[in-house]
């Protein structure tokens, strides 16, 4: 089956980078958009960055300028490269995609990955 799973988290001093991966398997035949979302304690899941399967990039105002979203389609993963990171970027980042199989498409998430920055 389809399953989304990320990658790369962990703890990072303030001013730090960290890099995520969002890894697509399963009897996939196409993926359109993908994203990142976060989630920090307390708050609602917020979108952090988009992109389309064609490689147009959209990124919350908070996160401009310090992120970067790409995609290899050929090999079925998403990255979320994160710089000059701050404490308030704290919080799980989850992946998802809309992804078609044999049975129709639909939307995806994985479990999530924990991003601590610390000050």
């Known amino acids: 089956q389809v399953q989304l799973v990320e990658s790369g988290g962990g703890l990072v001093q303030a001013g730090g980078s960290l890099s995520l991966s969002c890894a697509a398997s399963?009897?996939?035949?196409?993926?359109?958009?993908m994203g990142w979302y976060r989630q920090a304690p307390g708050k609602q899941r917020e979108l952090v960055a988009t992109i389309t399967s064609g490689g147009s990039t959209n990124y919350a105002d908070s996160v401009k300028g310090r992120f970067t979203v790409s995609r290899d389609n050929a090999r079925k993963t998403m990255y979320l490269q994160m710089n000059s990171l701050k404490p308030e970027d704290t919080a799980v980042y989850y992946c998802?995609?809309?992804?078609?199989?044999?049975?129709?498409?639909?939307?995806?998430w994985g479990p999530g990955t924990q991003v601590t920055v610390s000050s």
């Open positions: 998802n995609a809309y992804i078609y199989a044999i049975t129709g498409g639909r939307n995806y």
């Open positions: 399963g009897r996939i035949l196409v993926i359109n958009d």
